[in-house]
């Protein structure tokens, strides 16, 4: 049973276009959101996170959208650069994001120049 | 700042072995959780330690077990290993100012035979 999905194992949008991904849920008791980055032979690094009483965070390039009634969070990268190219998780956690993290499969994210 | 460490690299062993994968947290951080990525698959929560105590368990038999020592690095020991147990192991590290974010070290890769 999949509590986070995303469904796009990959996507690819040209530089300086935007990039948008998204990811559901289906864990009504979810109240923190995360991105994460990985590149090969890296761990995840953190992006951006999300509280469940927001339904907006932005960090530079990277905002994060939230829509509780749909169970639906999307990440959106304005302009895309080269170095996005990456694989995206999207996690979730009922405790904030220090606790266990439930993980979506990711998306594989290419920039085309 | 060393960051997350997690030794050895990449492993190989039989079916019915027993493998430790040892991680050192970041500077100031005092809490370690451990994830299981299987190929193609987001990473799933193992466990976590805090205070040298397992603080949380995610969906993983008793063959998985850990350790954290006074200087917070952590141990993961999986016992009778099946070849599904193939993956690349994360530790993740948080505490201190950055309560809300985990970081990850860069894995090991472990290969059951």
């Known amino acids: 049973d999949q509590q986070v999905k995303q469904n796009s194992p990959s996507l690819s949008v040209q530089e300086g276009r935007i990039s948008i991904l998204n990811c559901d849920y289906t864990?009504?008791?979810?109240?923190?959101f995360l991105w994460y980055k990985k590149y090969p032979a890296e761990g995840p690094t953190f992006l951006i996170s999300i509280s469940s009483i927001k339904d907006k965070n932005e960090d530079g390039r990277f905002t994060v959208f939230l829509n509780k009634s749909a169970k639906h969070l999307s990440l959106h990268i304005v302009p895309s650069q080269p170095g996005d190219s990456a694989v995206y998780f999207c996690?979730?956690?009922?405790?904030?994001?220090?606790?266990?993290?439930?993980f979506g499969k990711g998306t594989h994210l290419i920039i085309q120049p | 700042d060393a960051g997350v460490t997690q030794s050895p690299t990449h492993l190989i062993k039989t079916r019915g072995q027993q493998v430790t994968l040892r991680c050192s947290p970041k500077s100031g951080h005092d809490t370690v959780s451990w994830y299981q990525q299987a190929l193609g698959q987001g990473p799933q929560f193992i466990f976590q330690?805090?205070?040298?105590?397992?603080?949380q368990r995610g969906n993983f038999p008793d063959r998985f077990s850990g350790h954290q020592f006074p200087n917070y690095s952590s141990e993961l020991n999986v016992n009778a290993l099946l070849l599904g147990d193939s993956a690349l192991y994360l530790c993740?590290?948080?505490?201190?100012?950055?309560?809300?974010?985990?970081?990850f070290g860069p894995g090991t890769r472990l290969t059951v035979l």
């Open positions: 330690y805090y205070e040298e105590e397992e603080r």
């Open positions: 993740a590290t948080t505490g201190g100012l950055s309560y809300n974010e985990q970081f």
């Open positions: 996690a979730a956690s009922k405790g904030g994001g220090a606790d266990g993290l439930t």
């Open positions: 864990n009504s008791m979810f109240d923190y």
